[in-house]
């Protein structure tokens, strides 16, 4: 007998993504920028059997390697590409495309008790929703705007999370940060304040 349930094609397959997706993950924080592309690109001509969650981590960590490069306008390409943020308000059979799989078959087998079992102790993904990974997406393209010197770009991409975010979520400090950084590169101190006194209270 085999140690485990046996492999399907599709399985196997999206085995190959998750790995390749994890070493492109692992270059990425070792600043190894040229192999993190590699493996992206690779990731990247599994079109069109890719899933949405791996298209948009390859698109986001090509884009980060690619600003460590200095390659900005690439990286901006990565990030206002239509597969990376058209797809993420769909969802497959009435779920969240981010949510993990649930077993194929519903009848009581010792490989889907073992896969309930390995699923259990798997952290959700981050995002785990379609809003806040079209969140991230763009401000990620707003620090690529940044850092080619593009601060109205980069302002106005900013704008654009209020459009993306859950109703009653907050704004991301990080946005809250970017927006402090641009309004002073751009000599408008007094925007810079109220930044500051709407969102530090202790400040005002």
Known sequence: TVPGPTFKPREAFHLRCSVLIAAAYVNLRLFNSRQTLEYTKELLQCEPYL??????????????????????????????????GSDFGAHLHGRNPFDNPEPASTQTTAGNIQQSQALKHTRKWFPNNASTAKVLVQYNLTVAYAFRGELEKAGEALKQLSKFKEPNAEIPIQAMLMALYIQVQLGNTDTARKIIKQHCPQYR
């Not at 969650?53 to 901006?76: C, F, G, K």
Request: charged share 25%.
């Open 51 to 84: 899933s949405i969650t791996h298209r948009l981590l390859a698109h986001s960590y090509t884009a980060e390697a690619l600003v460590m490069e200095d390659r900005i306008s690439e990286a901006i390409s990565h990030l206002v590409a239509d597969d990376v």
